[in-house]
């Protein structure tokens, strides 16, 4: 009996390959392109510190709660307080002026050098750029050198004023 070739055969020799040719050609430009155009976030990490609820419980009556740097931002300037002693820095509408909380601030780690400790209070409508330019200028200055004022800064929010 002779060998009879099937049709599947046959009809599978007809068929045509895929041609993967032009699809390697987009990837090779595009895979170098996509790499030379990434862009690498680069993050920054600030340091801040949050006031502990069992602090206030562990201090009796006979110790006093140490004073703390307080700096209150609203639309009117920078309110300095506690070891601040109630100085107002001037900053009507958004204005603030920045190298003036510095002097204010050098001038308050001189009379108090051990201190390293800074509350930052803000308003919500504060927005978060002017948070950080406070937040670095209470930290360093640069007047003279890199010089370390208040490393330790905590955040809170305060109730809009009215």
Excluded: W
């Excluded at 309110?79 to 107002?88: F, Y």
């Excluded at 958004?94 to 509350?119: A, C, G, M, S, W």
């Excluded at 937040?135 to 929010?157: I, K, N, Y």
């Amino acid at each position: 009996m002779a060998y009879r070739p099937s049709k599947r055969l046959r009809h599978h020799h007809n068929r045509e390959e895929l041609n993967l040719t032009p699809i390697m050609n987009v990837f090779m430009i595009i895979v170098p392109f996509l790499l030379l155009t990434v862009v690498f976030a680069k993050t920054v990490v600030i340091d801040i510190y949050l006031p502990q609820e069992n602090q206030s419980e562990s201090v009796s009556a006979d110790d006093k709660l140490p004073e703390i740097l307080t700096i209150k931002i609203t639309e009117k300037g920078f309110e300095l307080g506690g070891i601040g002693e109630g100085k107002v820095i001037d900053g009507s509408g958004y204005n603030f002026n920045y190298p003036q909380l510095t002097k204010e601030l050098e001038k308050l780690k001189e009379r108090y050098p051990e201190k390293e400790e800074v509350i930052l209070l803000f308003d919500p409508d504060i927005s978060y750029d002017i948070v950080i330019k406070v937040m670095d200028a209470a930290r360093e200055t640069s007047e003279g050198g890199q010089r370390t004022l208040f490393p330790h800064v905590s955040l809170g929010e305060v109730e809009k004023s009215e």
